[in-house]
């Protein structure tokens, strides 16, 4: 009837009605970092896909468990609480289905935080307990993904044929490295199930960041695009991490790795839950194509930017935008 106004309902915002299903991505390049060939075999994972995923990454498994635990008894506090613990996320603190302040949407809850070299500022919200299991989680969790990505930044710097062994992993090692980590969530839908539907969780979008470094529990979602512009699906594995290629180390390599891109869709049948550790350079540092990697003839693609310029571009921008492209020369 006339002056009855109609809202889009839950429905249309996140279920993704079922298109042409998914290839299974089964031969996902496994890394084994304490193999002889760990630094070619990284760089050529970074050519083909932006993409691999880590076995013998040293990262203790009980750690991981007791991080994914603590995050699992946050997600399940009330959701005043929530709020009241994390703040709502501005982009740090707790966010639900939000994500960023430009109108994307995703159906799931998160926890976003700034990792700065001072742990405890990491989370000012949970100053007071930050004696509790969650926080000492955290701090353990985040310095061994950090030093997991350096040590994969030292290997590309390697198979790259780069003779300074730390001319990538500088950036997430200075003090003043711009790094976050973010805990998801995709809580399950139960009335989809028996449904070929599935539900939007995270769109798709490349990382502005250097590099990401995710695990998840059990339970698949994680898609990524090949060259092709194609979509397959990442069978999960909650023993091994998995690296994403970030805008960032796109520039810094002239475009021989590829920033990929990546989305979440789940099936509403189980929770989802994922950490990731992105690491980024600090704010003034310049990003632009290594000397050391421009052949002779070999223009650089990208224009210098700092990192801060970047990330509040990106900011502003929508989730599946193409961020670099206005950093592109021509
Ligand atoms: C994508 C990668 C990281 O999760 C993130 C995201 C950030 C956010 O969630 O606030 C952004 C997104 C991400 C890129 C474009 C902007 C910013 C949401 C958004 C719409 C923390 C990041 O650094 O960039």
Known sequence: TMGVLTSPSLEDIFLVKSSKPCASFSNVPAIDITAPTAAADIVAACIDFGFFKVTNHGVSKSLTARLEAAAIDFFSLPEWEKLEKAGMANPFGYGNKKIGCNGDVGWLEYLLLEVTSNPSLTIPFLKESWASSFCSALKEYVSATRKLASEML?????????????VLSK????????????LNHYPPWPMLQGSNNNLNGFGEHTDPQIISVLRSNDSDGLQIALKD???????????????????????????RFRSVRHRVVTNGRKSRFSMIYFGGPPLAARIEPLPQLLGDQEQSRYRAFTWAQYKTAAFKSRLADNRLVCFENH
């Open 229 to 255: 512009g194609s979509w397959v699906l990442v069978p999960p594995d909650q023993d091994s991490f998995f690296v994403n290629v970030g805008d960032s180390l796109q520039v810094l390599t002239n475009g």
């Open 154 to 166: 030292e290997l590309m710097a390697e198979g790259l044929g780069l003779e300074q062994r730390n």
């Open 171 to 182: 950036f997430v090692n200075d003090e003043n490295s711009d790094s976050f980590f973010r």
